[in-house]
């Protein structure tokens, strides 16, 4: 099965004969799957993302385990991509807090798995279709510690953002540490030429404590983003 879904993804995003009604079929019955997904959960969520590779002895494991359960408890059910590591993490701390614990998985060769902890959970051939799902039933992201996949979920979101594609959507940052030196090149390197604005720089908040996180999210998605947005938001948001 993870062999096919792969070779059919590999054909689609390379320039090969297609199946085109077929293509078509297989893509609208995954987002039809991720938006009956989206629409079964019943209150505000977040999507919690980092590295896969992360094992439950890591204080990363237990911050993001920590930080799912203080949104859960405060009536926040938690979206992850549904595999090992932190993502594991987040979707056990939810479901040891009483939360809703989602599961947005991807059919991959290495690593991916769906953990055990997951209430709704749908596995994804594309991962155009697992992003969008994301967003989608997400008021906010909170980005732990990751690889290719984690920044690319971020700067995804960051990009919907700056480009008015999302509204009222905070994005959080877990580990100053780690986060920092990469907020410091941006800063340096693409803000000073002008590549992003000094607003830009503003989309996203650091913490290292799992109840600033869940604050964070939750103030943003009660007050509509109010103190975040851009000038352009503020009028629709009053």
């Known amino acids: 099965m993870v062999k096919a879904a792969q070779e059919q993804e590999q054909r689609l ?12 079929e297989r893509i609208a019955r995954e987002f039809a799957a991720g938006f009956e997904a989206v629409a079964a959960i019943d209150r ?6 980092g590295s896969a590779r992360t094992g439950p002895a890591d204080p990363w494991y237990e911050a993001a385990r920590e930080t799912a ?5 405060r009536g926040f059910a938690v979206v992850t991509g549904g595999g090992p590591g932190i993502m594991e993490a987040a979707n056990r701390g939810a479901a040891e ?5 989602i599961g947005f998985g ?9 953990n055990d902890h997951c209430r709704i959970a749908v596995e994804f051939d594309h991962f155009y279709a697992r992003k969008v799902m994301f967003v989608r039933s ?3 992201f909170v980005v732990f510690p990751g690889g290719f996949g984690t920044l690319d979920e971020l700067f995804e979101a960051l990009t919907l953002i700056q480009t008015e594609k999302v509204l009222h959507f905070t994005v959080v940052l877990f580990g100053s540490d780690h986060w920092n030196p990469l907020l410091d090149w941006i800063d340096r390197a693409l803000e000073d030429a002008g590549m992003v604005s000094r607003e830009d720089l503003q989309l996203v908040s650091v913490t290292d404590e799992p109840e600033a996180a869940a604050e964070t999210v939750i103030t943003c998605h009660e007050r509509r983003c109010a103190h975040r947005i851009s ?6 948001a009053e």
Request: charged content about 30%.
């Open 69 to 73: 359960g203080a949104f859960a408890r």
């Open 44 to 49: 505000p969520a977040v999507s919690i993302f």
């Open 138 to 140: 997400s008021e906010g």
């Open 106 to 114: 991807i059919v991959l060769p290495r690593e991916q798995r769906m």
């Open 231 to 236: 000038e352009p938001w503020k009028a629709d």
């Open 13 to 24: 995003l390379g320039r090969r004969e297609h199946d085109l009604s077929g293509d078509l």
């Open 97 to 101: 807090a009483g939360g809703l614990s």
